[in-house]
């Protein structure tokens, strides 16, 4: 089945230290990229997102995310991650073979100690 | 500008009792999806909503339908409640132009406890 993975569920690391999230999604075709974060108690927010152009992009807070299409992935990336970085973080495709509906992975939960 | 609302934030049901959620999109959208998100999973697509019908539709039993009102406000109802229901119902809203891009906005949620 089509399907959007992410390989980590959990991940604990210590501040300034680097983070990288895989995703890998299956569906062929045009796609659109997207990575969420959730915050403790708050609602699911967009990161990054990729349409089209440069396969490198860059979110909010410093986070970005290559896009590799031969690898099907889109995995996210930060050099140095502070404790409010602690959240749970979703990739999400929407692709033309899918029906154009947002389809996410089963998130990350991060957690930075201090 | 509001974003997306929900209401109600928690609840609590029985099971086989029936429960109506609701869902204001941000201004200027006129799109609503509605996902399901079980405790350690993410988001499961449940339906969206355009122009007051159902355009989409993932893998969600006929219990679970859902209305757009004109001024794109919608409701998500479930019936015959099981306890495998209980899960963060999310709104998202977008404008026709994301809609075809996927970049969604979404609400906090609804924490729905079927006992």
């Not at chain 1, 690391?13 to 108690?41: H, I, K």
Request: overall charge neutral.
């Amino acid at each position: 089945a089509q399907s959007v993975s992410q390989h980590n569920h959990h991940v604990i690391l210590s501040e300034a230290a680097s983070l990288e999230l895989g995703c890998n999604y299956s569906y062929g075709g045009t796609v659109n990229l997207f990575w969420y974060v959730q915050y403790p108690g708050q609602h699911l927010q967009l990161l990054l997102k990729y349409f089209s152009g440069d396969p490198l992009v860059k979110g909010i807070k410093g986070f970005e995310a290559e896009f590799i299409k031969s690898k099907f992935s889109f995995n996210l990336r930060k050099p140095s991650v502070q404790w409010s970085d602690t959240a749970e973080y979703f990739c999400a495709v929407n692709a033309k073979a899918a029906g154009n509906k947002l389809t996410f992975g089963g998130g990350t939960r991060v957690l930075v100690k201090p | 500008d509001a974003g997306v609302t929900q209401s109600p934030t928690h609840l609590i049901k029985t099971r086989g009792q029936q429960v109506t959620l609701r869902c204001s999109p941000k201004s200027g959208h006129d799109t609503v999806s509605w996902y399901q998100q079980a405790l350690g999973q993410g988001p499961q697509f449940i339906f969206q909503y355009y122009e007051e019908e159902e355009r989409q539709r993932g893998n969600f039993p006929d219990r679970f339908s859902g209305h757009q009102f004109p001024n794109y406000s919608s409701e998500l109802n479930v019936n015959a409640l099981l306890l495998g229901d209980s899960a963060l119902y999310l709104c998202a809203s977008s404008s026709t132009p994301g809609q075809r891009t996927g970049e969604l906005f979404f609400g906090e949620g609804s924490r729905l406890t079927v006992l």
